[in-house]
């Protein structure tokens, strides 16, 4: 089963460190457990912070969503081990468009591999992130995406 959430057309805003933004962060979320892609989807859509662009349960989608369409988010959130493209590997491929080249992306996974991580060193657009396994941990991992893009928090009293 595949969650997409269609969007109009957005227009990518570059994040640079202590950016300051005004309109929430276009995000597309990939995660093949369909209760961990339902429950991201759920947090992410009340976050004022962020916009939701897609929910895909597949990386081999989410490159042909972002390739075909154009229409790169500022960040992904992507699920590490999956069948058929890793987290990685959806990032390594992305990575090689001029378009989603400079993209905000963030692998989660409960089991960080230190040789993948390593892999990517080189792109200080990419973040390695382990998995959150409580709610109140994946209710902060808004906040926490904010915190490694040097952002505000607007849902933060």
Do not use: W
Not at 88 to 104: C, F, I, Q, R, Y
Request: hydrophobic share 40%; aromatic share 6%; charged share 25%.
């Amino acid at each position: 089963m595949q969650f997409v959430k269609s969007c109009p057309t957005f227009t990518l805003i570059p994040i640079k460190n202590d950016m300051e933004k005004s309109v929430p962060l276009k995000i597309l979320i990939v995660d093949d457990d369909p209760d961990d892609l339902e429950y991201l989807k759920f947090i992410f859509d009340r976050n004022k912070d962020f916009e939701i662009t897609a929910c895909l349960e597949d990386g081999s989608a989410a490159v042909r969503h972002i390739t075909e369409s154009g229409n790169v988010p500022d960040v992904l959130l992507v699920d590490m081990y999956m069948p058929m493209m890793t987290g990685s590997e959806v990032v390594t491929k992305l990575s090689e468009t001029a378009a989603a080249k400079n993209m905000n992306a963030f692998i989660i996974s409960t089991t960080i591999n230190r040789t993948e991580e390593e892999n990517h060193r080189h792109n200080p657009n990419v973040k390695f992130l382990e998995k959150p396994t409580t709610l109140a941990h994946m209710n902060d991992l808004p906040g926490v995406i904010l915190s490694h893009l040097n952002l505000p928090n607007a849902n933060v009293i």
